[in-house]
């Protein structure tokens, strides 16, 4: 069975990304019938209802129903949702709870901690604290709106994960021509609902980008690739990452454009001799093919228990 590394690269890491994405997304429901669990004598139910409430916005609503069955709650674990979703209404100080939760083990609270602020600091209860005294209310609630505006994009794109990465596994094929993933067939539904995406449109643009600079070291239509996800998709996953290399390819080609090339570098003396090597350092194609990833130039990583480079030696 032949695989293409770079597909093969792409498909695993979207598919990691979706089931990270989809880890937290608890089932959304309708926030009166969540609301109105809260108060059932089944406590899975009333954690359940918690967290369906952690995936809609309506602190209006919702807060005070949180905040009421806090009074009277006694199961932690039931305590720990409530606090998770009266914190994704953006209430600061329900942060506490979760980081005092820290102190012992079985239960959600660093998930719902981490997904939260998006910092993860393992089950460190100080490092979270230092970030809670750090971080204003103000700033936290600014952050949570943030986090709801770009909700819509991030379901999404863990939707795009999911099917790109079933259509990539679903076409392997084992060396008797049977498929490889039988699980995870893609139908002519699948692909329908992918083409229709927004973010799949902007992957294949941006993609073509990342070709057009990699294989063909073009950073002007590189640029203008990038800029077209940018602007024409800008409600997607990749808008943010295609802005900055716009941006930065742009600038490039208008340093390439004042640049003398010498014929002869050896010719320069040592400090203009530095300076052309440095500009030409971004002619250097590079790809990643682990995660991390290691930087190769100057480095002699390869070698064991090579892990830096002499560049003394060389110049």
């Not at 069955?69 to 994704?88: G, I, Q």
């Not at 490039?252 to 002869?264: A, G, S, W, Y």
Request: some cysteine.
């Amino acid at each position: 069975m032949r695989l293409r590394n770079y597909a093969l690269v792409i498909a695993v890491a979207l598919s990691l990304v979706a089931s990270n994405l989809l880890a937290f997304q608890f089932e959304q429901g309708d926030v009166d019938t969540s609301i109105a669990q809260l108060n059932d004598p089944i406590s899975r139910k009333r954690e359940y209802a918690a967290r369906s409430l952690s995936q809609t916005v309506s602190p209006k609503k919702i807060s005070p129903a949180i905040m009421e069955r806090l009074t009277k709650e006694l199961d932690f674990h039931v305590k720990l949702a409530l606090h998770y979703a009266l914190a994704s209404q953006g209430e600061k100080e329900s942060l506490l709870f979760l980081i005092d939760s820290l102190q012992q083990s079985g239960h959600m609270g660093y998930n719902y901690l981490r997904y939260t602020i998006d910092q993860d600091f393992g089950w460190n209860a100080g490092e979270y604290r230092e970030w809670y005294n750090k971080t204003s209310a103000e700033k936290f609630s600014e952050f949570i709106n943030e986090r709801w505006h770009r909700k819509p994009m991030m379901d999404e794109y863990a939707e795009f994960s999911s099917f790109y990465s079933k259509q990539f596994f679903g076409s392997i094929k084992s060396e008797n021509n049977h498929l490889a993933f039988p699980d995870m067939r893609f139908t002519d539904a699948d692909k329908q609902k992918l083409d229709s995406l927004p973010t799949a449109k902007a992957w294949a643009i941006f993609q073509t980008a990342i070709n057009e600079l990699q294989k063909k070291g073009n950073r002007q239509e590189a640029a203008r690739q990038f800029r077209i996800v940018a602007t024409d998709f800008s409600e997607t996953h990749y808008a943010d990452q295609s802005r900055e290399l716009a941006d930065i390819l742009e600038k490039m080609v208008l340093e390439d454009r004042k640049f003398n090339q010498p014929n002869d570098v050896g010719s320069l003396d040592i400090t203009d001799q530095i300076k052309s090597h440095i500009h030409n350092l971004r002619n250097v194609v590079a790809y990643q093919v682990s995660q991390p990833g290691y930087c190769y130039v100057l480095s002699q990583f390869s070698i064991p228990g090579k892990m830096s480079y002499n560049a003394d030696s060389h110049f």
